[in-house]
């Protein structure tokens, strides 16, 4: 899922930042663009990809979820923000 380029170096096996040359198999193509936080400060990029779901946190309407790589795992992760941080939008054409 994530680019073959762009992203920070990591140590950790199988992470993103591992060996670019084995990302994006699946075409998605994603770049660590980091993220906004709230404050208006930019924070992580080369290291992490976050990309806003269209569904909010159960308990917490001023949150939602998202999908996030890093350099720092081998797997897509989810979790869940304030809506006022900014992360990346995929829009999908029909």
Do not use: H
């Amino acid at each position: 899922m994530a680019s073959n380029t762009g992203w920070n170096s990591s140590t950790n096996t199988g992470a993103i930042g591992n060996d670019q040359s084995l990302n994006n198999s699946s075409d998605f193509n994603a770049f660590p663009e980091g993220y906004r936080n709230n404050d208006g400060s930019f924070n992580d990029e080369g290291d992490i990809a976050i990309f806003w779901s269209s569904t909010e946190y159960d308990y917490d309407t001023d949150y939602a979820w998202n999908r996030n790589l890093s350099i720092y795992f081998s797997y897509l992760s989810r979790d869940n923000y304030n809506k006022q941080d900014g992360f990346s939008v995929r829009f999908v054409r029909d």
